[in-house]
């Protein structure tokens, strides 16, 4: 088969999104996956012109429901060459002693289990097929703390270092795999961690030139599109607005 199947998780919005935008290109075939099957509709009208796609409602968190999603992909999509374990969340920016335990677990079961799980059920067929790629997504916040990072940035320490694992694992294989590890970028991010406060969502970026959607996309891209030889193992990119500060340190009043 010529072009490439590529299988994405988080495609409803943000930089899931922007990659299924990239990687429509005549010959690819596309499986675009979210929890949100309208914006997945809507992505399907616009691009299946360009080549096949297929969309699939799925929450990766549900361990069965990836399954079932793998097992039941049409012919066309089984052999997955590129696994994008893009889908993802942060919840709330309270300090480890004020939250809500849901949002850890919530952001436990999406951005651990979900890689997990994914990884898992499509890595058999690459191994088996001698060649495939996972590119996860990381963030900055799996190297980097702050305030209220907690478990999110726990979360994406596990990607960081699963990814890296991955590629002991798979040495003697043509199975590459890339983590990327992106700073502060404007999509729907913010919204999500603050519950739909679209206000101090914004006060996130305002100001600031953040990284977008489309550079995230721009940068899956370029990895993925190195000669097969070519394993790209971390990459992580902040917007030129951002750096990161001197330790914090606590005084008593004098
Ligand atoms: P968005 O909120 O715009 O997109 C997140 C995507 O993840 C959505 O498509 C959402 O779809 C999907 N998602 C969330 N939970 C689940 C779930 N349980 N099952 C399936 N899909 C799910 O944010 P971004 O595009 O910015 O985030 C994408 C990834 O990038 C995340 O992993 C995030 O942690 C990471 N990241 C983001 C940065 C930023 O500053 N924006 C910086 C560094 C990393 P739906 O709700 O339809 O399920
Ligand atoms: C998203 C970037 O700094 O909000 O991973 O954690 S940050």
Redesign the pocket.
């Known amino acids: 088969m010529s072009g490439q199947t590529i299988f994405i998780?988080?495609?409803?919005?943000?930089?899931?999104?922007a990659c299924a935008r990239v990687f429509a290109r005549p010959g690819n075939r596309l499986i675009l996956?979210?929890?949100?099957i309208d914006?997945l509709i809507r992505l399907l009208e616009e691009l299946s012109s360009i080549c096949a796609v297929h969309i699939v409602p799925?929450?990766?968190?549900d361990r069965q429901a990836v399954q079932g999603a793998v097992d039941a992909l049409p012919e066309q999509f089984r052999e997955i060459d590129v696994l994008l374990n893009?889908?993802?969340?942060?919840l709330g920016l309270e300090p480890a002693h004020q939250v809500d335990l849901d949002d850890w677990e919530t952001m436990v079961?999406?951005?651990i289990k979900?890689v997990m799980y994914c990884t898992r059920l499509i890595l058999p067929g690459m191994v088996a097929r001698n060649r495939g790629h996972i590119v996860n997504?990381?963030?900055?916040?799996s190297a980097w703390p702050y305030p209220g990072g907690n478990v999110?940035g726990g979360t994406?320490a596990f990607v960081t270092q699963f990814s890296r694992n991955l590629r002991c694992d798979l040495l003697g294989t043509r199975v590459r795999v890339t983590c990327i590890?992106?700073?502060?970028?404007?999509?729907?991010?913010?919204?999500?961690r603050f519950k739909g406060d679209e206000e101090k969502a914004a006060k996130v970026y305002a100001g600031t030139e953040?990284?977008t959607?489309a550079d995230?996309a721009e940068t899956v891209q370029w990895v993925v599109n190195r000669p097969p030889h070519v394993n790209i193992n971390t990459l992580e990119l902040m917007s030129i607005d951002q750096a990161w500060g001197p330790f914090a340190i606590h005084r008593e009043q004098q």
Do not use: H
Not at 181 to 192: D, I, L, N, R
């Open positions: 998780t988080g495609a409803s919005s943000g930089f899931g999104a996956t979210a929890r949100r914006p799925l929450d990766v968190s893009n889908a993802g969340l942060a079961d999406t951005n979900g997504i990381s963030s900055t916040a999110y994406k590890q992106p700073g502060m970028a404007e999509t729907e991010f913010s919204t999500v953040a990284l959607a995230i």
